[in-house]
């Protein structure tokens, strides 16, 4: 098909996730053709720089000739294995292992989805079981943050605090809800360890409002992705776990994101030596090269639910659970991750991606930047001072994308003026280089747009603590 009848098929026929389906339709799709390394390069041959690593998960770079083989040979040796019926495929059991081996000593048992999503949603499904079949049915009440994102299955977007995923969806559901987001830079909170005990005391209030006996778990990411790249102060995770074991209820790590090297460690838990109950992965679990997602599970709720089945089947389970291609995958993914110096290469130019945020505060349209390993985040304002943000009419984050797009460079324009870089952990030193010179010029551009500069010192308070 040429590129335009693409353009007209897509608009008539293919939905796209998290998007304004008219606006869509208006602007028209485009087409990536295909990638290697950190570039990709759409069906008009423009080859770009990407900076978001997909979305949050070609942690490898593409074409990864490895990876390729890898799954070239599960599929020719075994396609397709069932999880069911007591049956079971080798990569699937080696991952699981690998994982265990490689996660918080709280987790020892694995249950593979196809991604971040149904994990989330599996883990609801697990936690409520366990509640249940160890007599107390009543903990039934979930709480995570503001501006938190655990997907967008029926259940995951409700503990999700983004309006988009409840906006005509009926959600949030009665039993979720939300405490304040450790945001330092739309706080007043004195310095770090007040944030962290502000959040603390609001899990706590929470709970109590609320009945620490109905109170099932408290799900949070130990950086908040899809909400802004939200860092909070190192510490934070800790108390937050302690106050959930003080609380008697059960502490969900979501590391969808955080995971398989994107801040600095394997998992962002091991930062602060936390011991989650339970844990959701995906994205870097196969770097986006087949659909696969996990929930790590502490033995205690492992074993809550086993012996109490009664010789029952635990009624949960999906057709591609535990995919030997994807697994097959996952398998070699890891192998590059520490054999083949993919942790310590993102460990060791960190620092030069942070240089690079930070070195950006000097803009005028920047007013913070935050980061931890190869995950980060600028925040425009129109008023340093106030911290003022834009208003939605100037479509400043179309105007950046639009830019950057120019400019050759991918990264995430999230709709209230946060900027979210991911690079893959196999960026080059003149691959950063690269970035921030293209990523300069795009704010350069912004700010010569008459609009832009108009809209520049307004007043806006900041968040009290």
């Not at 990709?40 to 990407?50: C, T």
């Not at 909400?227 to 979501?254: N, Q």
């Amino acid at each position: 098909m040429s590129i335009s009848s693409l353009v007209e098929a897509d608009r008539k026929h293919l939905i796209h996730p998290v998007v304004n389906y008219r606006a869509h339709e208006a602007r028209g799709v485009t087409i990536l053709d295909s990638a290697r390394g950190s570039f990709v390069r759409d069906a008009e041959g423009n080859e770009l720089l990407d900076a978001f690593s997909g979305l949050w998960c070609v942690n490898v770079g593409y074409g990864q000739q490895s990876v390729i083989d890898a799954a070239t040979e599960q599929m020719k040796k075994l396609p397709y294995a069932t999880g069911y019926f007591h049956f079971g495929s080798e990569p699937a059991i080696e991952l699981a292992a690998q994982l265990v081996e490689r996660s918080p000593a709280s987790l020892q048992h694995v249950y593979f989805t196809l991604g971040g999503s149904d994990a989330v949603d599996s883990a609801v499904r697990f936690i409520t079981h366990y509640f249940n079949a160890t007599g107390r049915p009543q903990k039934k009440q979930f709480i995570s943050l503001e501006r938190g994102y655990h997907g967008s299955s029926s259940v995951g977007s409700g503990l999700t605090a983004l309006p988009a995923f409840h906006r005509h969806f009926d959600l949030p559901l009665p039993n979720q809800h939300y405490i304040a987001s450790p945001y330092a830079y739309r706080s007043d909170c004195a310095d770090d360890a007040a944030l962290i005990a502000a959040s603390v005391s609001a899990l706590q209030a929470k709970v109590a409002e609320l009945g620490a006996d109905n109170v099932a778990a408290f799900f949070c990411e130990p950086i908040q992705g899809s909400g802004g790249v939200i860092v909070p102060p190192a510490g934070w995770l800790k108390a937050m776990r302690e106050a959930c074991r003080r609380l008697g209820i059960l502490f969900v790590v979501d590391e969808v994101i955080t995971g398989f090297g994107r801040t600095g460690p394997l998992f962002a838990c091991e930062a602060e030596n936390v011991d989650p109950d339970l844990m959701t992965v995906a994205k870097g679990l196969t770097a986006g090269y087949a659909p696969m997602g996990a929930v790590l599970m502490s033995d205690e709720i492992y074993r809550g639910i086993a012996d109490a089945s009664g010789g029952a089947a635990v009624g949960h389970g999906y057709t591609y659970s535990a995919h030997p291609v994807s697994a097959a995958i996952g398998l070699e993914v890891m192998r590059l991750y520490h054999e083949g110096g993919l942790l310590a290469n993102g460990q060791a130019l960190a620092p030069r991606f942070a240089q690079g945020l930070d070195a950006l505060l000097e803009h005028p349209l920047v007013g913070d930047s935050r980061h931890r390993g190869l995950l980060g985040a600028l925040e425009l304002v129109s008023d340093k001072d106030s911290k003022a943000g834009f208003d939605a009419a100037l479509k400043l984050p179309d105007r950046i994308a639009a830019a950057a797009y120019r400019n050759r460079l991918i990264f995430r324009a999230f709709g209230d003026n946060i900027l979210g870089f991911a690079p893959a952990l196999s960026y080059t030193a003149g691959e950063f280089d690269m970035l921030f010179e293209r990523l300069r010029r795009t704010l350069d551009e912004v700010l010569a747009e008459p609009e832009v500069r108009a809209a520049l010192n307004s007043k806006k308070r900041a968040v009290a603590c």
